[in-house]
């Protein structure tokens, strides 16, 4: 079955705000957490990625936190756009392997 | 410079019939992968090639697909006697085959096949 997973299936967020978007797994022998976005009609995009061994990443207008404990990952979106508006997917890797396993993805929706 | 390309973008057949779904990677990256991505959910992995073999095939769902990368650039899967629950979108991605790159994957935008 799937490893990870995300904990809401869709996030309504005025512009301007910061988004949260939260994600669980159970695959403790993950080495790689990674964010992927997808727009309507297109395929994912990568957004940011974070080791096992790491709290805390950050990126342009982005930063994934990591909290190993709770097995627990979140993506945060600074000022969000109505660019921002797409599925947020998680999914997980393995050091040296190829495969990228997938969560179902949250919907964000920017509002005016 | 140009993304990944798949062919068609949309494919309508009826149960029984057989497809063929294209994929154009980026030019020089080596690794290339299938998914096929169910309404609602995330892509989940069908196979994987590096150059012109199929370095992991566990994610196909039986011996009616097939995937081809002959020459290490384009790869064709290839779905026999199609069934309703064949129906998704497949997603093709490539990436150079070094490092991070497996983890940040180019995507293409897709085929969506609706088995009737």
């Known amino acids: 079955g799937e490893s990870v997973g995300l904990h809401l299936p869709t996030l309504s967020v005025q512009e301007g705000d910061n988004s949260i978007i939260n994600c669980a797994y159970s695959n403790s022998a993950s080495d790689y957490f990674i964010w992927y976005k997808q727009e309507s009609g297109k395929g994912p995009q990568f957004i940011i990625d974070i080791r096992s061994n790491m709290d805390k990443r950050q990126g342009q207008r982005v930063t994934v936190l990591l909290n190993k404990t709770v097995k627990h990952l979140s993506l945060q979106i600074a000022a969000t756009q109505p660019g921002d508006s797409a599925v947020y997917f998680c999914?997980?890797?393995?050091?040296?392997?190829?495969?990228?396993?997938f969560g179902a993805g949250t919907t964000v929706t920017v509002r005016a | 410079g140009a993304g990944v390309s798949q062919t068609p973008s949309n494919k309508v057949t009826e149960k029984g019939k057989y497809v063929e779904l294209r994929c154009d990677p980026i030019?020089?990256?080596?690794?290339l992968y299938w998914y096929r991505q169910s309404l609602g959910q995330g892509p989940e992995f069908l196979i994987y090639?590096?150059?012109?073999?199929?370095?992991?095939d566990s994610g196909l769902p039986n011996d009616r697909f097939f995937a081809v990368r002959p020459e290490g650039s384009v790869s064709t899967l290839k779905i026999q006697r199609t069934e309703r629950g064949d129906s998704a979108v497949y997603l093709c991605?490539?990436?150079?085959?070094?490092?991070?790159?497996?983890?940040?994957?180019?995507f293409g935008p897709g085929t969506r096949l609706t088995v009737l």
């Open positions: 991605a490539s990436s150079p085959s070094s490092g991070s790159a497996f983890r940040e994957q180019f």
């Open positions: 999914a997980e890797n393995k050091g040296g392997d190829y495969k990228l396993s």
């Open positions: 030019s020089g990256h080596t690794a």
């Open positions: 090639f590096q150059g012109t073999g199929a370095a992991d």
